[in-house]
């Protein structure tokens, strides 16, 4: 039971709910609530087939498709690294380049945000160490939580908007460029995992 909980946790960190509502702020703006729930599960249902697919299939999946583990790290660093830069020097609203039509919108929550190589390498973790029941319902109930922590976050920056929206956006963009510094160091160590992974197999280094 501790590890399952362990495994439940720390794919819920490399899920960074927080990261997803500062990401979703401008979402929450823009939409209706009720447009921005549906939009939110879309994105977490695409998510979990997506985690389910990696946990069942492994990194075998990775090598049919002819994609090195440690190749996925290094890219999802880079693009990491892109989105980190932006949080820290122009806050919340950094990511809204990513953003495209509404109808576009689940899928770009779902990648890079929810969908990444950290949480695709955990998912594979989580399917190794556990039959696929159990996998399936450590992945489930880890984005029912991530769910409810955005859907806290969005009554609660509704509750405020009209009465502290901007001492609440002063606070939330200071915590983004924080977040910003965090993402970016996992940024650089994703980066150079996956250079150490690429040259380990090519013998470059033991």
């Known amino acids: 039971m501790h590890d399952i909980f362990r495994n439940g946790v720390a794919f819920l960190a490399i899920l960074n709910p927080f990261a997803l509502c500062l990401y979703l702020m401008g979402a929450m703006d823009d939409l209706n609530a009720k447009t921005f729930f549906r939009v939110l599960f879309q994105a977490s249902l695409v998510s979990y087939l997506v985690f389910i697919l990696f946990a069942w299939l492994g990194e075998s999946f990775l090598l049919a498709l002819r994609v090195d583990p440690s190749a996925l790290r290094l890219f999802g660093g880079l693009i990491f690294l892109a989105i980190a830069y932006k949080y820290v020097s ?39 160490k556990h039959d696929m029941l159990l996998s399936s319902t450590i992945l489930l109930t880890t984005l029912v939580v991530s769910f409810g922590i955005v859907a806290v976050f969005y009554v609660i920056r509704m509750a405020l908007r009209k009465k502290l929206e901007r001492v609440f956006e002063r606070y939330v963009n200071m915590l983004a460029r924080i977040n910003g510094l965090l993402i970016g160091a996992i940024s650089v160590s994703m980066i150079v995992d996956g250079i150490v992974g690429l040259m380990q197999k090519q013998g470059l280094i033991i």
Not at 90 to 119: K, N
């Open 90 to 128: 122009t806050g919340y609203r950094a990511v809204e380049m990513l953003r495209g039509s509404l109808e576009e919108l689940p899928s770009t929550i779902a990648v890079p945000f929810m969908i990444g190589a950290g949480t695709i390498t955990q998912a594979i973790l989580i399917g190794k």
